[in-house]
């Protein structure tokens, strides 16, 4: 069997090969820091600006294998090295330290537990099959009604991600003329709770299934935040929303096919008085033809593993507000890859 299969005549390439490398490479990246992370790189060289020796010692690695490590991290903008002792960068600090009120740990260790997930073999099968992977079921959640363990990992893992950009975008959007925020599949409320505590007179429901509520409501009380936030119980699908005069949606439509994202905004539509506003907070593509960006697009590659929804394009997003009646329907950026699309009843 002839294993030459390449033409015979060789024709210098268009472009050199990086963006090629870069993507490979990366798929080395992530699990880089995931094993740093599971093995306290990120604490220790907090703790004690370590040189390479010290952390062979105190993780019991290999030099080889800790230079290794190591580079990574600081290749990655997560760690620099200052005569020959390792710190972490302010963003490393931010987000990698469990000290962090932006900690983003959680996140990293619900795909970890979950790494199946996102094996060729199950992003293939979620292609071909179009049906998600997680948990090994085809409703994840339907997992997150009935087990409370997997409900409570989920919720902090989402928390740890959505408490920066919580922070951002409730300054942005002006909601002074707002009382009472529903934050409509809401989790754990961080973003119920940030919006509150920016704006003194607005109070805020979050609204989730009856097995993750009593998370929320641990966070609640963690912030103090009793007094004006609460945890409503039910299904967005099937039970009336509690009364509100804002509706928000994080992380909600990407889990859903168009025709879900079509029915919640009609619903809110339906449930709010005029003047009421709707904003739906996503990763959006920068155009109706999805040309990207990457994390948007890889976002929806994430979204084969855990859900039967995708990213949307703004246009998209805007359509589904319009239909449902909403008037002066915007874009605002707000954080990192976020936008909020928003709009308001006549």
């Not at 029915?263 to 593509?285: D, M, N, Q, T, W």
């Not at 593993?305 to 329907?329: K, M, P």
């Amino acid at each position: 069997m002839n294993t030459v299969t390449f033409p015979s005549s060789v024709t210098m390439p268009r472009n050199d090969d990086r963006p090629l490398w870069d993507v490979l490479l990366g798929v080395f990246g992530l699990p880089a820091l995931f094993i740093a992370h599971r093995l306290g790189l990120f604490e220790l060289v907090d703790a004690k600006a370590p040189t390479l020796e010290e952390l062979c010692v105190e993780l019991k690695l290999a030099r080889r294998t800790a230079q290794i490590l190591v580079s990574t991290a600081t290749a990655l903008d997560f760690m620099t090295v200052e005569d020959g002792r390792y710190r972490l960068t302010p963003l490393a600090e931010d987000y990698l330290l469990p000290r962090s009120s932006t900690y983003f740990g959680y996140y990293w260790d619900l795909i970890i537990d979950n790494h199946q997930v996102f094996s060729f073999d199950a992003l293939k099968n979620a292609i071909v099959n179009d049906k998600p992977t997680a948990y090994g079921v085809d409703d994840i959640y339907q997992t997150h009604r009935e087990e409370e363990e997997r409900t409570r990992e989920f919720t902090r893992a989402m928390h740890s991600i959505s408490l920066p950009p919580a922070m951002a975008w409730a300054r942005k959007l002006d909601l002074a003329q707002h009382r009472q925020m529903l934050d409509i599949g809401g989790g754990s409320g961080a973003h119920a709770l940030m919006a509150a505590q920016a704006v003194p007179t607005l109070n805020a429901t979050i609204f989730d299934l009856e097995t993750v509520c009593p998370v929320a409501e641990e966070f609640i009380a963690h912030y103090g935040m009793g007094d004006r936030v609460s945890a409503a119980r039910g299904d967005m699908w099937i039970d009336p929303f509690p009364a509100a005069d804002f509706h928000f949606y994080s992380h909600v439509f990407h889990g859903w096919p168009p025709e879900k994202c079509a029915f919640l905004s009609r619903k809110s539509f339906e449930h709010l008085e005029p003047g009421g506003r709707i904003a739906v907070h996503e990763f959006v593509y920068n155009d109706a033809d999805k040309t990207g960006p990457f994390p948007v697009a890889a976002m929806s590659m994430v979204m084969l593993g855990w859900g039967v929804g995708e990213q949307y394009s703004a246009d998209e997003i805007t359509r589904f507000l319009s239909q449902a009646g909403f008037v002066d329907v915007e874009t605002v950026p707000t954080f990192g890859y976020y936008n909020i699309v928003t709009g308001r009843k006549p």
